[in-house]
């Protein structure tokens, strides 16, 4: 792979909130420190996500010392949540999964509620190491991960952006091009690989820390809202379905699975390992 190194380090401290770029980030085995931790479900105990809210994108939530947050938005007022104490967990749904999390104060949640227009509540994930497995079917026994979609963290790699977006420039829908990565929320993005070199990585480390690809990316309709506005568009998802089906789903990026624990920063050199 040549002298491919890390772009840039994200983390969403709540699901579906603004990314944050980082330097550096520790590395846990559910994900990056600090990443999805916390969540939005509505009146049913399901997650929230850009899915059913495109104004999510323009929440921000600052993570604090200790792990709270400092949340903001369009129209209010920054508020400050602590992290709850695990005392009682409510049942949530996180897609298929069925998992136990911790409910955060009531001003949260009449926050979260008057930015939304919907009736929601904040969670917040107590013990990471134990709370939800990884999907089965891509994992190894004993891996978890926070409420991030489905895998520990998500890398992208510039140049297969650069690909895609002259196929969007070639298309019917060029006006909308070219889209930043932050359509693509990654925790990891790569420079100086081949465009779709990441299809064919089994293994790869960042720095001095390892991972396991577990699988392919298929993306939804979160990759058509503009993070800064909530506007929602046709791209990527045309382009991607012309383009980058694989087993019935659009693929940009590849899921990974910590395989050990460090530090990581933006400029690591990052190399296949298998």
Known sequence: MGNAELLSIHIHPVKAFRSVSLR??????????????????DDGGKVVTQRQQPRLAQAAAELLPG??????????????????????TISMEIFSDKVEAVVA???????????????????????????RPVDPEHALPGETVSFADGYPLLVTAGASLDALNA??????????????????RPNL??????????????????????????????????????????????????????????????MFGQNLVPVSGGTIRVGDPVRVTG
């Open 67 to 88: 792990g709270g947050l400092r949340l903001s938005a369009p129209g209010l007022e920054p508020l400050t949540v602590g992290v709850p104490e695990p005392l009682a």
């Open 167 to 184: 196929l969007i420039a070639a298309g019917e829908h060029a006006a909308e091009g070219p889209l930043p990565m932050d359509r693509f």
């Open 189 to 250: 993005v790569v420079a100086g690989t081949e465009p779709w070199a990441e299809d064919g990585w089994s293994r790869v480390s960042v720095g001095e820390v390892d991972f396991r690809v577990a699988k392919m990316c298929g993306r939804c309709v979160v990759t058509t809202t503009d993070q800064s506005t909530s506007d929602r568009g046709k791209e990527p998802l045309h382009t991607l379905g012309r383009h980058r089906r694989i087993d019935g789903k659009l």
């Open 24 to 41: 550096k980030a520790d590395v846990e085995p559910w994900g990056l420190a600090g990443d999805r931790r916390w969540a939005l479900i």
């Open 105 to 131: 104060e009531e001003a949260a949640h009449a926050w979260c509620s008057a930015y939304l227009g919907a009736d929601v509540r904040l969670v917040h994930m107590d013990d990471p190491a134990t709370r």
